[in-house]
């Protein structure tokens, strides 16, 4: 890494730019993306459409680069040889190059470095479930050292989103329905990655996720307030807190303002309000899309134009727009020049702090993508994101089980543990007919091992007969195979029901980018089987595996316990079997709640009063179970919690709560203190509650710990109906909860005065502490 102060950094960038020509400044600005495997479907939206790479037919090296797209993540390749490859090209772009300038290399890294042979790590939906930033920290700092490793510098995550209608295909991407909680992982995640030496990459800035219809790459229409308070907070968290590196900008429109051509978001918003000095790369195709999709644009240049005045600095994965275009544009006096040296300064400072102007270490002849300490931080994820959702006593299991059913289309199938950002699922097959081939991947292996729910059960009761039936595929079933299963369940002591997705892209799975659900009906016909087996009268557990959640009928009532995982990875079998036969506590939580029914309308806990059931609508929203729940095989006493700051409180204080939870079971456990903040009565319709903090208490049998919440008033502030974030003097209700229908006792408080906040200025996020309780 350089050693340049910020300050020299951007000196230093500042004199580069004076000296290059046009066309070497634009170079920056743009990436290549070679060696795409074409037996794969495509890996971006309209990715076939496009035309990508070089817009002129020239070496689009002549004038040096600025990226370079997807190196491992493109195609399978051994990683000694990508990382000696990579290391060639380097070479030849600083050769090219007066400057000898590197160019940045970018991957995707959701789920881990989404390379072949990599560690991949459950989907951001089960960090959601951890509820434990210092984890998330940790794997990514783990993912970064990974990427570092081989020549990598930036990795495009993680997601930000928050979750408005889990029939979204990308919600699996997501930490959630709840700003805070995303904010706070994701802060936690940037820091990590950031700490080995990769530039985090915040998407999809912003209101991506609130799509019409749930439908990606859908418009989004929603006001200034929700869009402040709901989808930009988890950014500002990232941005102010994190010191993330960059941003990418989100495919959507909001209200008719595509957000790759929104200067007021990614300049007055981003850099002026929250101090945001890094850089602002496009979606994949997201400059072009604003003439070929958006129509805001009649031709590349004017996109160019578009992108860059509107805050865009590099376009990714190719160059559309950024070269032959852009230069046009600032030949016909289109667009200053000077705009465009703003945003080369801004990548060459990066590029600085990379160590990208300077002699670029050569690679390991020998590397492990997927080392022991990776698949530790994999297998830790997976089980604290294991949510238990019922329970009447049958788990754990117990070891002298007789005969055991294992039932479904998704108990014997590798891929159901992955993501889409997975380095498999995202180079399935091109053909939706994938998800029901006995081979997903014909031009790819797994490149790690990997286990199903089937491995792990039969190796850890061996004392059980463990029969298999998959009962159809996750997409289809026949009469004949639910009637199978049915009859195998009845005539077994125990039977285990495994249900849910197999992610993919635009249609090549039931979960993941472009893939997109009607209802929140379980794929294919996976509700009747389950209905079937309920009926057999055989004790049965339901093992959902998605990557949304999903109405589960009358399970909720019927099963003898129900067991939710999210995607969770190259380790994630083992992770359930270890939850079901007592090796591992539950721990999860839920980060997005389970709909009662699959015509259940979107509804997320986040909600004023009349967004909940009520006397004057027929519809009902509420959740089976809510954000925040999960059981455990233990149980928690909670003492009288104790309003530590005293009953009144300034606009710039803060409030402390303090609250002891015992371990009054018998085995080890871990409770998830949740704090809410209640507003009785405030100018603007608000929130009936919404999380400000959070504890994970790890207890062993009869061992007490206090949390200890200190919450800036700031966080009850809002965008109040003069547009600006306020304080407003009055009653405010902390709830400390289990869940978000699940309140333990509730504090008051009162703001004795007003306070409007300059932007920028608010206090974001809750200090938590906890200790240990002697006696």
Same mark, same amino acid.
């Given at each position: 890494?350089?050693?340049?102060?910020?300050?020299?950094?951007?000196?230093?960038?500042?004199?580069?730019?004076?000296?290059? +020509?046009?066309?070497?400044?634009?170079?920056?600005?743009?990436?290549?993306?070679?060696?795409?495997?074409?037996?794969?479907?495509?890996?971006?939206?309209?990715?076939?459409?496009?035309?990508?790479?070089?817009? %002129?037919?020239?070496?689009?090296?002549?004038?040096?680069?600025?990226?370079?797209?997807?190196?491992?993540?493109?195609?399978?390749?051994?990683?000694?040889?990508?990382?000696?490859?990579?290391?060639?090209?380097? #070479?030849?772009?600083?050769?090219?190059?007066?400057?000898?300038?590197?160019?940045?290399?970018?991957?995707?890294?959701?789920?881990?470095?989404?390379?072949?042979?990599?560690?991949?790590?459950?989907?951001?939906?089960?960090?959601?479930?951890?509820?434990?930033?210092?984890?998330?920290?940790?794997?990514?700092?783990?993912?970064?050292?990974?990427?570092?490793?081989?020549?990598?510098?930036?990795?495009?995550?993680?997601?930000?989103?928050?979750?408005?209608?889990?029939?979204?295909?990308?919600?699996?991407?997501?930490?959630?329905?709840?700003?805070?909680?995303?904010?706070?992982?994701?802060?936690?995640?940037?820091?990590?990655?950031?700490?080995?030496?990769?530039?985090?990459?915040?998407?999809?800035?912003?209101?991506?996720?609130?799509?019409?219809?749930?439908?990606?790459?859908?418009?989004?229409?929603?006001?200034? /307030?929700?869009?402040?308070?709901?989808?930009?907070?988890?950014?500002?968290?990232?941005?102010?807190?994190?010191?993330?590196?960059?941003?990418?900008?989100?495919?959507?429109?909001?209200?008719?303002?595509?957000?790759?051509?929104?200067?007021?978001?990614?300049?007055?918003?981003?850099?002026?309000?929250?101090?945001?000095?890094? +850089?602002?790369?496009?979606?994949?195709?997201?400059?072009?899309?604003?003439?070929?999709?958006?129509?805001?644009?009649?031709?590349?240049?004017? !996109?160019?134009?578009?992108?860059?005045?509107?805050?865009?600095?590099?376009?990714?994965?190719?160059?559309?727009?950024?070269?032959?275009?852009?230069?046009?544009?600032?030949?016909?006096?289109?667009?200053?020049?000077?705009?465009?040296?703003?945003?080369?300064?801004?990548?060459?400072?990066?590029?600085?702090?990379?160590?990208?102007?300077?002699?670029?270490?050569?690679?390991?002849?020998?590397?492990?993508?997927?080392?022991?300490?990776?698949?530790?931080?994999?297998?830790?994820? !997976?089980?604290?994101?294991?949510?238990?959702?019922?329970?009447?006593?049958?788990?754990?299991?117990?070891?002298?089980?007789? /005969?055991?059913?294992?039932?479904?289309?998704?108990?014997? @199938?590798?891929?159901?543990?992955?993501?889409?950002?997975?380095?498999?699922?995202?180079?399935?097959?091109?053909?939706?007919?994938?998800? %029901?081939?006995?081979?997903?991947?014909?031009?790819?292996?797994?490149?790690?091992?990997?286990? +199903?729910?089937?491995?792990?059960?039969?190796? %850890?009761?061996?004392?059980?007969?463990?029969?298999?039936?998959?009962?159809?595929?996750?997409?289809?079933?026949?009469?004949?195979?639910?009637?199978?299963?049915?009859?195998?369940?009845?005539?077994?002591?125990?039977?285990?029901?495994?249900?849910? @997705?197999?992610?993919?892209?635009?249609?090549?799975?039931?979960?993941?980018?472009?893939?997109?659900?009607?209802?929140?009906?379980?794929?294919?016909?996976?509700?009747?089987?389950? $209905?079937?087996?309920?009926?057999?009268?055989?004790?049965?557990?339901?093992?959902?595996?998605?990557?949304?959640?999903?109405?589960?009928?009358?399970?909720?009532? /019927?099963?003898?316990?129900?067991?939710?995982?999210?995607?969770?990875?190259?380790?994630?079998?083992?992770?359930?079997?270890?939850?079901?036969?007592?090796?591992?506590?539950?721990?999860?939580?839920?980060?997005?709640?389970?709909?009662?029914?699959?015509?259940?309308?979107?509804?997320?806990?986040?909600?004023?009063?009349?967004?909940? #059931?009520?006397?004057?609508?027929?519809?009902?929203?509420?959740? /089976?179970?809510?954000?925040?729940?999960?059981?455990?095989?233990?149980?928690?006493?909670? $003492?009288?919690?104790?309003?530590?700051?005293?009953?009144?409180?300034?606009?710039?204080?803060?409030?402390?709560?303090?609250?002891?939870?015992?371990?009054?079971?018998?085995?080890?456990?871990?409770?998830?203190?949740?704090?809410?903040?209640?507003?009785?009565?405030?100018?603007?319709?608000?929130?009936?509650?919404?999380?400000?903090?959070?504890?994970?208490?790890?207890?062993?049998?009869?061992?007490?710990?206090?949390?200890?919440?200190?919450?800036?008033? @700031?966080?009850?502030?809002?965008?109040?109906?003069?547009?600006?974030?306020?304080?407003?003097?009055?009653?405010?209700?902390?709830?400390?909860?289990?869940?978000?229908?699940?309140?333990?006792?509730?504090?008051?408080?009162?703001? +004795?005065?007003?306070? #409007?906040?300059?932007?920028?200025? #608010?206090?974001?996020?809750?200090?938590?502490?906890?200790?240990?309780?002697?006696?």
């Amino acid at each position: 890494m350089d050693t340049d102060t910020p300050a020299e950094a951007t000196e230093r960038a500042a004199s580069l730019v004076k000296r290059m +020509t046009l066309e070497e400044k634009c170079a920056q600005l743009y990436s290549l993306w070679l060696g795409v495997d074409a037996d794969a479907g495509d890996m971006a939206p309209h990715q076939s459409e496009q035309a990508g790479g070089n817009d %002129d037919g020239g070496d689009p090296t002549a004038h040096g680069l600025g990226q370079i797209t997807r190196p491992f993540g493109s195609a399978p390749v051994p990683a000694a040889e990508g990382a000696a490859n990579l290391a060639a090209f380097q #070479r030849r772009i600083r050769a090219n190059s007066r400057f000898g300038i590197a160019a940045l290399a970018h991957e995707e890294c959701l789920t881990g470095f989404m390379a072949h042979g990599a560690t991949i790590f459950p989907t951001a939906l089960a960090w959601g479930a951890t509820f434990d930033p210092d984890l998330i920290g940790a794997m990514a700092q783990q993912i970064g050292v990974t990427m570092r490793g081989v020549g990598v510098h930036q990795g495009l995550a993680p997601v930000l989103d928050v979750v408005a209608d889990s029939r979204w295909g990308r919600t699996e991407e997501t930490m959630g329905e709840d700003p805070y909680l995303t904010g706070t992982l994701a802060t936690a995640y940037v820091a990590g990655l950031q700490d080995s030496g990769i530039i985090a990459t915040l998407k999809h800035f912003a209101g991506y996720s609130a799509s019409h219809a749930a439908r990606n790459f859908g418009p989004v229409y929603m006001g200034p /307030r929700q869009f402040a308070e709901t989808y930009l907070t988890p950014f500002e968290m990232a941005v102010r807190i994190g010191r993330a590196g960059s941003v990418m900008p989100s495919y959507a429109a909001n209200d008719g303002i595509a957000s790759h051509a929104n200067p007021e978001l990614l300049q007055t918003v981003l850099r002026d309000e929250w101090g945001f000095d890094g +850089t602002v790369v496009s979606d994949y195709f997201g400059v072009n899309f604003l003439n070929s999709l958006h129509s805001v644009a009649a031709d590349k240049s004017e !996109a160019a134009v578009l992108g860059l005045a509107g805050g865009v600095d590099v376009e990714l994965p190719g160059v559309d727009c950024y070269g032959g275009p852009l230069q046009a544009a600032v030949a016909a006096g289109r667009i200053d020049e000077g705009v465009v040296d703003r945003a080369v300064e801004r990548v060459l400072t990066q590029k600085i702090h990379l160590g990208l102007l300077d002699e670029l270490p050569e690679p390991a002849a020998e590397i492990d993508l997927n080392p022991p300490s990776a698949r530790a931080l994999a297998a830790e994820v !997976a089980r604290k994101s294991i949510v238990l959702l019922e329970n009447d006593g049958t788990l754990p299991l117990r070891a002298d089980l007789g /005969r055991v059913a294992l039932l479904g289309p998704v108990a014997d @199938d590798k891929a159901v543990m992955l993501g889409c950002y997975a380095f498999p699922n995202h180079h399935g097959r091109n053909d939706a007919a994938s998800i %029901d081939s006995d081979d997903p991947y014909p031009h790819v292996d797994m490149g790690v091992a990997i286990s +199903t729910v089937l491995d792990r059960l039969a190796a %850890d009761l061996p004392g059980a007969v463990v029969e298999h039936l998959a009962a159809g595929s996750v997409l289809d079933a026949t009469d004949t195979e639910i009637s199978a299963a049915a009859n195998a369940a009845a005539s077994a002591d125990l039977a285990i029901v495994a249900v849910g @997705d197999r992610s993919g892209l635009f249609g090549r799975g039931t979960s993941g980018e472009g893939c997109d659900a009607p209802s929140h009906a379980l794929p294919g016909r996976q509700a009747e089987l389950l $209905e079937a087996v309920l009926d057999s009268g055989t004790p049965t557990v339901v093992v959902v595996i998605s990557g949304r959640p999903y109405a589960l009928g009358t399970a909720p009532e /019927r099963a003898a316990a129900i067991v939710q995982a999210f995607l969770p990875g190259q380790e994630g079998a083992s992770a359930i079997s270890a939850v079901l036969t007592g090796a591992a506590e539950p721990e999860g939580r839920l980060p997005v709640g389970v709909p009662a029914r699959p015509d259940s309308p979107p509804a997320t806990y986040l909600a004023p009063e009349l967004a909940r #059931r009520s006397s004057v609508s027929s519809v009902d929203p509420t959740a /089976r179970y809510v954000f925040g729940y999960g059981r455990s095989y233990t149980e928690f006493a909670w $003492e009288e919690p104790e309003l530590v700051s005293g009953a009144e409180v300034g606009p710039e204080g803060t409030v402390e709560v303090a609250v002891r939870v015992r371990n009054t079971g018998e085995r080890h456990g871990t409770e998830v203190v949740q704090l809410y903040l209640h507003d009785p009565v405030a100018s603007a319709v608000r929130p009936v509650q919404r999380l400000v903090g959070f504890a994970r208490l790890d207890l062993a049998p009869g061992e007490a710990r206090e949390a200890r919440f200190a919450m800036p008033v @700031d966080l009850a502030a809002f965008v109040g109906v003069d547009g600006a974030w306020t304080v407003e003097a009055g009653a405010l209700e902390l709830r400390l909860a289990r869940s978000a229908a699940d309140t333990v006792a509730s504090l008051n408080v009162e703001v +004795t005065g007003s306070r #409007r906040l300059e932007p920028g200025t #608010r206090a974001l996020a809750t200090q938590v502490t906890s200790k240990t309780v002697v006696g």
